[in-house]
């Protein structure tokens, strides 16, 4: 019996358990993190984010495995989207492959900020971890997922993990208030998806996305215009699935419970949370757009145009009244945002690879930033709860003579969002400019450089603080309070924030590596 049970696990795994193999794994090391950790002593507790970070290694080794079978495959077969299985209901191909490393990557740079600021507000269990894998997991199935229920079975993870890290710091008073706001989120994106998913399947008589697109190419053919998704039912239809994403990403009018999620969770939960449910959400919408918003994109121009315009400028004019620093980045995620869209304004080619440059280099930069907010928060300290929430700019206050690094950390971070050169910001901006040029649509261009413009003011704001010296900078070093010390990093804040600022630096010196990816990105 235990043989037969060997060759049928072996069998899934060289079939169509190979597909998910990454997200298994991370489950399999997610459990065992929840096991290890009732064996673990207080001063053991470290080996949580070693084996979380182990189970990242293993899924992207995985992941780069997939890659050479999918260049096998397509070196015999040119026209092949990628692997398929589940009964075509999972699809592992270049554009799952490029946003599941982006998974990877945050949750890594997340577990290694995590570990003293964790020992700081004397939280270490280690279920923490396990969360962040689970939430992972969730974000790679919504992006692998070309099966309407496979899409939203990651969503539900993805969201319940994310509520769930939200309350995690028990003793935080604005932990429940941060877990609201993300059920708000969720639920509202669950509603909005489950209900477009429902009327899809009701207008296709599937479930399968790639269905539906060969269904809605037969009515090209046929001669029927923009493939019949103009009647009420269909609009109905595509706007529900449309607006779970806008949810998730946090686009005007859909961003009202992300600033008080950004600004009452922990921090190293409010940036993971930020940047994958950006990513995420933008990855299922491009995948929605290859299967069924590009057969009637004209149609959809407008509605592109109009929240990428609303929420690029109600993004930067609310950051602008902002004094807690993460709602300053919580509305300046809104507006980064409202800049990604207008790649789906452009609709070519330039316009995709600036959504997909943007996103890849916004993970590191907001990660950054949050990066050296977590570091302000030290052992002993009074001044900065463990949920961050009083990040206000006055306490950025002589960042600079505590810490240099961490100040001209910070200063590359939120150049690179505000787009200055010559960090990978600056660029992302540009290709999406150059791609709407391109079109041509000079007044959005004009209108998205305007809002470049000022989005540099509140940004700078932060980094005027962090620069600003104290009236008491001749006093002692011992006799200043603790939050007014020197900084010290640790080692994994250290690594952490170097991976991130190495992105930034040589994605903007040397876009052209980041650029093949993004090409592979996309099938070419």
Same mark, same amino acid.
């Given at each position: 019996?235990?043989?037969?049970?060997?060759?049928?696990?072996?069998?899934?795994?060289?079939?169509?358990?190979?597909?998910?193999?990454?997200?298994?794994?991370?489950?399999?090391? $997610?459990?065992?993190?929840?096991?290890?950790?009732?064996?673990?002593?207080?001063?053991?507790?470290?080996?949580?984010?070693?084996?979380?970070?182990?189970?990242?290694?293993?899924?992207?080794?995985?992941?780069?495995?997939?890659?050479?079978?999918?260049? @096998?495959?397509?070196?015999?077969?040119?026209?092949?989207?990628?692997?398929?299985?589940?009964?075509?209901?999972?699809?592992?191909?270049?554009?799952?492959?490029?946003?599941?490393?982006?998974?990877?990557?945050?949750?890594?740079?997340?577990?290694?900020?995590?570990?003293?600021?964790?020992?700081?507000?004397?939280?270490?269990?280690?279920?923490?971890?396990?969360?962040?894998?689970?939430?992972?997991?969730? $974000?790679?199935?919504?992006?692998?997922?070309? /099966?309407?229920?496979?899409?939203?079975?990651?969503?539900?993870?993805?969201?319940?993990?994310?509520?769930?890290?939200?309350?995690?710091?028990?003793?935080?008073?604005?932990?429940? +208030?941060?877990?609201?706001?993300? @059920?708000?989120?969720?639920?509202?994106?669950?509603?909005?998806?489950?209900?477009?998913?429902?009327?899809?399947?009701?207008?296709?008589?599937?479930?399968?996305?790639?269905?539906?697109?060969?269904?809605?190419?037969?009515?090209?053919?046929?001669?029927?215009?923009?493939?019949?998704?103009?009647?009420?039912?269909?609009?109905?239809?595509?706007?529900?699935?449309?607006?779970?994403?806008?949810?998730?990403?946090?686009?005007?009018?859909?961003?009202?419970?992300?600033?008080?999620?950004?600004? /009452?969770?922990? !921090?190293?939960? &409010?940036?993971?949370?930020?940047?994958?449910?950006?990513?995420?959400?933008?990855?299922?919408?491009?995948?929605?757009?290859?299967?069924?918003?590009?057969? $009637?994109?004209?149609?959809?121009?407008?509605?592109?145009?109009?929240?990428?315009?609303?929420?690029?400028?109600?993004?930067?004019?609310? $950051?602008?009244?902002?004094?807690? +620093?993460?709602?300053?980045?919580?509305?300046? @995620?809104? !507006?980064?945002?409202?800049?990604?869209?207008?790649?789906?304004? &452009?609709? /070519?080619?330039?316009?995709?690879?600036?959504?997909?440059?943007?996103?890849?280099?916004?993970?590191?930069?907001?990660?950054?930033?949050?990066?050296?907010?977590?570091?302000?928060?030290?052992?002993?300290?009074?001044?900065?709860?463990?949920?961050?929430?009083?990040?206000?700019?006055?306490?950025?206050?002589?960042?600079?003579?505590?810490?240099?690094?961490? @100040?001209?950390?910070?200063?590359?971070?939120?150049?690179?969002?505000?787009?200055?050169?010559?960090?990978?910001?600056?660029?992302?901006?540009?290709?999406? +400019?150059?791609?709407?040029?391109? +079109?041509?649509?000079?007044?959005?261009?004009?209108?998205?450089?305007?809002?470049?413009?000022?989005?540099?003011?509140?940004?700078?704001?932060?980094?005027?603080?962090?620069?600003?010296?104290?009236?008491?900078?001749?006093?002692?070093?011992?006799?200043?309070?603790?939050?007014?010390?020197?900084?010290?990093?640790?080692?994994?804040?250290?690594?952490?924030?170097? !991976?991130?600022?190495?992105?930034?630096?040589?994605?903007?010196?040397?876009?052209?590596?980041?650029?093949?990816?993004?090409?592979?990105?996309?099938?070419?």
């Amino acid at each position: 019996m235990i043989h037969s049970l060997i060759y049928a696990v072996r069998g899934f795994l060289s079939g169509d358990g190979a597909l998910i193999l990454p997200e298994m794994e991370l489950v399999l090391f $997610a459990c065992g993190i929840l096991l290890v950790d009732r064996w673990l002593a207080a001063n053991e507790k470290h080996w949580n984010a070693i084996l979380a970070l182990g189970g990242i290694a293993f899924s992207a080794f995985t992941l780069y495995v997939q890659h050479g079978k999918i260049q @096998a495959l397509r070196g015999a077969d040119s026209e092949s989207p990628g692997l398929l299985g589940f009964r075509q209901s999972v699809l592992v191909d270049p554009f799952f492959l490029f946003f599941a490393a982006l998974f990877l990557a945050a949750a890594a740079l997340i577990i290694l900020l995590s570990v003293r600021y964790l020992e700081i507000v004397e939280e270490t269990r280690g279920g923490y971890y396990s969360l962040l894998l689970f939430a992972c997991v969730g $974000a790679m199935l919504m992006v692998a997922g070309v /099966n309407l229920l496979v899409v939203f079975l990651g969503l539900e993870i993805l969201g319940l993990s994310g509520y769930i890290l939200a309350k995690f710091l028990r003793r935080e008073p604005d932990a429940t +208030v941060a877990s609201r706001n993300f @059920a708000a989120l969720w639920v509202c994106s669950s509603v909005a998806l489950g209900v477009g998913f429902l009327l899809l399947f009701g207008l296709f008589q599937t479930a399968n996305l790639g269905r539906m697109g060969a269904a809605l190419e037969v009515r090209l053919g046929d001669g029927v215009a923009f493939a019949g998704l103009t009647t009420w039912h269909s609009w109905l239809a595509l706007s529900l699935a449309a607006a779970g994403s806008f949810f998730l990403m946090g686009a005007v009018p859909f961003h009202w419970f992300a600033p008080g999620t950004f600004e /009452n969770a922990p !921090a190293p939960v &409010a940036a993971f949370l930020g940047t994958i449910g950006m990513t995420a959400g933008f990855a299922l919408l491009l995948r929605l757009f290859s299967f069924l918003f590009l057969f $009637a994109h004209e149609k959809w121009l407008h509605v592109w145009g109009g929240l990428a315009i609303v929420s690029l400028l109600w993004g930067n004019i609310a $950051a602008l009244r902002q004094t807690s +620093v993460k709602r300053i980045l919580a509305y300046g @995620a809104v !507006a980064q945002t409202g800049f990604i869209l207008f790649g789906l304004v &452009a609709g /070519n080619e330039a316009g995709f690879q600036g959504m997909f440059y943007y996103l890849g280099v916004h993970i590191f930069a907001t990660i950054g930033a949050f990066g050296v907010l977590i570091a302000i928060q030290q052992p002993g300290a009074t001044g900065l709860p463990g949920s961050a929430a009083d990040y206000k700019l006055a306490d950025l206050n002589g960042l600079f003579r505590r810490s240099p690094v961490a @100040a001209l950390l910070l200063l590359v971070f939120l150049m690179s969002l505000a787009g200055i050169p010559p960090t990978a910001g600056f660029l992302a901006k540009y290709y999406l +400019v150059k791609a709407l040029l391109a +079109v041509p649509h000079p007044e959005l261009a004009v209108f998205a450089l305007i809002n470049a413009l000022l989005s540099a003011y509140y940004y700078r704001r932060i980094v005027a603080h962090a620069f600003k010296k104290q009236s008491f900078n001749t006093t002692p070093i011992e006799a200043l309070p603790q939050e007014r010390r020197p900084l010290t990093i640790s080692n994994g804040q250290t690594v952490a924030l170097t !991976a991130a600022v190495f992105v930034t630096i040589v994605a903007g010196l040397y876009p052209e590596l980041f650029l093949r990816l993004t090409r592979y990105a996309f099938g070419q």
